[in-house]
């Protein structure tokens, strides 16, 4: 398996493990509905905890499928991916933490203060939890696999990309007319499907939750992010599937325009 073979087969199993993921956080989540009675604190524990749990399972499956898909592609051990992954980790880890913080507000849950207390101790473990398994797989991988990954290569003109959007944009609702006609001209050189611009997913962005779902997109599938800054995207902290929606995610690079 070539290594940007193994990178997209990576990105497809995280993705599936975390719909399924999603699936039963949702099922848990109507029990805890159906059972507890919301004036109870409880309940409020209750959905804190479940939602908290999301940061160390979704550590937890990056981890079991990247130690698979080194098995598959030895490259993937080597010293710049493992730093790679243990920065990409880090991030998701700040930033879903912070998304599930302001999600209570809107649902309405009141987290315990002793929760929210250990959430910064939780958050240290689980990135010790990466260093620990990282190095791990660095050693139990053959020295003689340890190479680092070549350059992408050239097809049909274009650059093969590790990630699958080349460019992502975040923008504020109020200036769409001109991201989308910037979006356009991009697209004359760039296909829709490695663009990320909303309008041009909404079939894979009607969906719940999104607020978990779209931290990857752009954080990990995105090779160059374009932030259009303004006043209107400092207030909302913003864009995503309707322009109005919290996108802070970097990865490699970031643009303003």
Known sequence: MTFAEAKELERLKRQEAANARLKGRDSKQEEIDRTISRRSGAWHLARTQLALSWIGDEVESRIAIRQEMIGRCPELASPYEAQQFEQQCGSFIEEIAQSIL???TVTGVRPPASELSGL???????????QTALRMMQLETPKSSEVVPSSPKKANGALQSEYRFQIALSFPGEHRARVEHIAGILSTTLSRDAILYDRWHAAEFARPNLDVYLPDLYHEQSDLIVFFLCRAYA??????????????YSNTEKTTA
Do not use: P, Y
């Not at 910064?120 to 990466?130: C, D, E, G, P």
């Not at 902290?237 to 802070?248: F, H």
């Open 102 to 104: 302001k999600n209570f």
């Open 120 to 130: 910064h101790t939780r958050k240290l473990s689980l990135k010790q939890r990466v």
């Open 235 to 248: 207030q909302k902290n913003g864009a995503g599937s309707n322009g109005e929606r919290d996108v802070t």
